[in-house]
């Protein structure tokens, strides 16, 4: 009460000396995020839940039928769907707390980034890559909120090849075709752009829309394209191959989180209960089938049972450290570790990522106004402006088609997209990178990055030990494949065509190539830019795979239906059950999972069989 009066009195004061209390909340809050991120520092550890992991009491959390771990992407959608069974209860355990409006600023998600939002992981130090990083460790960016991922990432909207799809099928996925998952696109989706009409869902929970303006440059990159006969479509839609202005989970120029679009819509249910701060350390497995789960929040340790299922929705990374650490992972790693092996599957072997190529800068002479932080944040509030483009990203392009699907990515970021202020964001050695960066004029320069969409190479994730205290290790393994350079390398002869085009030169287009390493090597050789690229290149933050779908239990995790193979009532929903890369962007991706098996769950346990036998025995 006394804060509430307090905070109208502040917001009076400032509308006496202002005028606008809402621009002054929102630079305020700006102020105050940017300097503390600037000096924040990274998380080592899970030290922060440390009195719940050594209490010796474990409090009755109740029971409930399912209890989803993870709020991320596909939480929020289970969250949301299995809560319409009214019947049902679900609990969701999420280790971060509640978004705020400064994570809700598209432009702004490298402070973000710099933030406890932010789990804090580094990959183990690279051996054939991140040469440019501090100790060769490149970031391992995860969210920890309400949300997940998708509370700090970069919002694009991009769900790959039908191509990719049909190959997950051919695998021997039995229900993961294009022409099944595309209505699960489709079902969580409300589109505001002009795509094709029966590729796009309206009405969904998630919104699609163009981030605006446009930069006055962006015509000129269409040109280009134009040039070289590369098309304009709309690459979610009927064909991939050619360009689109990026498509982005933004609604009315707010990040549209998977939290606020799914899991707000239902946390108000009776039947949800959403619990914050809560980290869960284990599975409790009994008989081979999931019980319950062991989680620590407020310095109490506690366990919830569930009546029909665990579902695990921690993410690409953190999924495989609560498998393992429950018991679940390859036998020798969990001896090694001193932990009682329950069933012995590749947990954390395929890690699968889309490495990123950001070297082609160009020095153009077109130059950018100035904008104030008050004009800003006064087009933020009706939608617009720079504040609400996440990575400055004004198009997106494919390229490199092998077998019917693209290999290489790029987006072109027109100027202002450089702030060279940010380097800890990528772990960069700022010794090394300070004279690159000081070339970067970022009011006139443009620059394209360069994603690789089917690495060859597999990492991995393993426990440094069996206390849930300790970050998983992340092995990338970056580039060990030769294919992977050279795939890139084509990528980065294409912008290197585009950028020669009639379009391109009316802006004097210029490759800044003062690169503080690989001197020594002949200027645009296959060497020199391999170099570069083990050098500079950083992921884009998809990691995927490392609990893979799959028929086969030497090769796989889950089945099909995302069960894990071997344990009852126990299911994985997240970017890690994605078995190949998708040559696209993975929060779309994992979306849609959670939506089908949603659908998967509820057919299950409402087949009329099963009904009989359990579902109504218990109610
Ligand atoms: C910086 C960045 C930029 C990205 N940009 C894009 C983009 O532009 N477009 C795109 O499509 N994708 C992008 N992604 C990827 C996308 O956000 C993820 O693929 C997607 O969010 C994965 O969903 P998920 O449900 O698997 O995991 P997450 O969304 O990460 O959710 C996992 C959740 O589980 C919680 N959790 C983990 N462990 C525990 C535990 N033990 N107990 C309780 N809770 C736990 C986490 O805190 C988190 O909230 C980006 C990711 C990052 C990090
Ligand atoms: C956890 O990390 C903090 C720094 O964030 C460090 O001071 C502490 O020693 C670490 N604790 C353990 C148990 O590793
Ligand atoms: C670049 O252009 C040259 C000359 O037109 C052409 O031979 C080459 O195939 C192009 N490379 C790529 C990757 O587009
Ligand atoms: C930029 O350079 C191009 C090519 O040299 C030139 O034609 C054009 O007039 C220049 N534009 C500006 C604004 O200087
Ligand atoms: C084009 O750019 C180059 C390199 O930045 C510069 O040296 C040259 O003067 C520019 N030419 C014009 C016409 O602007
Ligand atoms: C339109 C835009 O984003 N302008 C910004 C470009 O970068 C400068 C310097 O960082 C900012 O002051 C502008 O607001």
Not at 176 to 195: A, C, H, M, R, T
């Amino acid at each position: 009460m006394v804060k509430t009066i307090f905070g109208f009195f502040i917001l009076f004061l400032l509308k006496v000396v202002n005028g606008d209390p809402k621009i002054d909340y929102y630079k305020n809050l700006i102020n105050i995020y940017k300097e503390t991120s600037e000096s924040y520092k990274l998380r080592q550890n899970n030290s922060e839940f440390k009195q719940g992991f050594y209490s010796s009491e474990i409090k009755d959390f109740g029971n409930f039928d399912f209890i989803i771990v993870g709020a991320g992407a596909a939480g929020s959608v289970l969250a949301t769907r299995l809560s319409e069974i009214s019947e049902w209860s679900i609990l969701v355990l999420e280790a971060g707390g509640e978004e705020t409006d400064f994570s809700k600023i598209p432009n702004l998600l490298k402070y973000v980034q710099m933030s406890e939002v932010n789990w804090g992981y580094l990959s183990v130090p690279q051996r054939n890559a991140c040469l440019a990083m501090v100790n060769q460790q490149c970031m391992a960016i995860r969210g920890k909120s309400i949300g997940g991922s998708t509370a700090l990432n970069g919002l694009m909207y991009v769900r790959g090849n039908p191509e990719d799809y049909n190959k997950w099928a051919q695998l021997g996925n039995p229900g993961w075709s294009y022409n099944d998952v595309l209505p699960y696109f489709i079902k969580s989706e409300n589109s505001q752009i002009d795509g094709d009409p029966s590729f796009h869902g309206k009405g969904g929970l998630w919104n699609v829309e163009y981030a605006y303006p446009h930069s006055e440059i962006l015509p000129i990159f269409f040109e280009a394209c134009e040039e070289l006969q590369i098309p304009l479509l709309d690459f979610n839609g009927y064909k991939q191959m050619g360009v689109t202005k990026t498509q982005i989970n933004n609604l009315n120029g707010r990040r549209h989180s998977c939290g606020e679009a799914f899991l707000d819509y239902s946390r108000h249910r009776t039947n949800v209960q959403v619990v914050t701060n809560a980290l869960a350390t284990q599975i409790i497995i009994d008989k081979k089938a999931a019980q319950g789960v062991i989680f620590v929040k407020d310095d109490q340790k506690f366990q919830a049972n569930a009546n029909l299922e665990v579902i695990v929705s921690a993410g690409a990374f953190n999924t495989p450290q609560l498998l393992m650490l429950s018991g679940i992972g390859p036998k020798d790693h969990l001896r090694e570790m001193g932990i009682e092996i329950i069933e012995d599957l590749p947990v954390g072997q395929n890690l699968l990522e889309h490495p990123m190529f950001p070297g082609m800068i160009y020095q153009s002479n077109y130059t950018l106004g100035d904008m104030s932080m008050d004009e800003q944040i006064k087009q933020y509030l009706k939608g617009l402006g720079p504040l609400t483009n996440p990575g400055n990203v004004d198009a997106i392009g494919f390229t490199n088609e092998q077998d019917g699907i693209p290999t290489v990515e790029y987006m072109f970021i027109p100027p202002n997209s450089t702030s060279n202020n940010m380097m800890q964001i990528l772990n960069y050695d700022h010794q090394l990178m300070t004279s690159y960066f000081d070339q970067i004029d970022p009011k006139s320069v443009f620059r394209f990055h360069l994603i690789l969409l089917h690495e060859k190479s597999r990492g991995q994730i393993k426990l440094k030990s069996n206390n849930p205290i300790d970050f998983p290790d992340i092995d990338y393994n970056l580039f060990d494949e030769d294919k992977d350079i050279d795939n890139i390398i084509d990528g980065i002869n294409f912008i290197r065509n585009l950028t020669q085009t009639k379009a391109f030169r009316k802006l004097n287009a210029t490759l800044i190539d003062k690169y503080p390493f690989c001197t020594d090597l002949d200027k645009y050789s296959r060497q020199y830019w391999e170099c570069l690229i083990r050098y500079m290149s950083q992921t884009m933050y998809h990691p995927c795979g490392t609990t893979t779908m799959g028929p086969d239990r030497k090769t796989a995790v889950v089945d099909s239906q995302l069960k894990v193979h071997g344990v009852e009532k126990l299911r994985v929903v997240d970017a890690g059950v994605i078995p190949l890369t998708v040559s696209g962007h993975t929060a779309a991706v994992t979306v849609m999972i959670a939506e089908k098996i949603s659908d998967v769950i509820k057919a299950f346990y409402t087949q009329s069989s099963y009904k009989k036998s359990l579902f109504y025995s218990y109610l």
